[in-house]
């Protein structure tokens, strides 16, 4: 059974950071593309970040060069480095996977080609 948690979420202001926690359990990264994804009220979850099943990693534009997704295979955990943060960055942040072939060059795709989401964790960001 697949489980998913976050942690690492809270408040700050702007151009700070944070880093974000995924304890992944259930799963092995090699056999899955794990990625962020965000979402405020009444939006679409929209895609942050994917590390593929071959540690590549790809970005939404509007955090590329500010944030940085990687994972710890010793520990299953996924970690998303949030640097430079702005208040467009406010949302509830969730950890995702679903299965990748080796093969697998694509982007971070859409919310529902993922199978396992985490609970999510808040970040607010103030200007």
């Known amino acids: 059974q697949v489980q998913l948690v976050e942690s690492g979420g809270g408040s700050v202001q702007a151009g700070g950071s944070l880093r974000l926690s995924c304890a992944a359990s259930?799963?092995?990264?090699?056999?899955?593309?794990m990625a962020w994804f965000r979402q405020t009220q009444g939006k679409e979850r929209e895609g942050v970040a994917i590390?593929?099943?071959?540690?590549?990693?790809s970005y939404a534009d509007s955090v590329k060069g500010r944030f940085t997704i990687s994972q710890d295979n010793a520990k299953n955990t996924l970690y998303l480095e949030m640097n430079s943060l702005k208040a467009e960055d406010t949302a509830m942040y969730y950890c995702?996977?679903?299965?990748?072939?080796?093969?697998?060059?694509?982007?971070?795709?859409?919310?529902?080609?993922?199978?396992?989401w985490g609970q999510g964790t808040q970040v607010t960001v103030s200007s």
């Open positions: 995702a996977a679903r299965r990748c072939a080796w093969w697998y060059r694509g982007g971070i795709g859409l919310a529902y080609e993922y199978n396992y």
């Open positions: 259930g799963l092995t990264f090699s056999n899955y593309c």
């Open positions: 590390a593929l099943s071959t540690g590549s990693t």
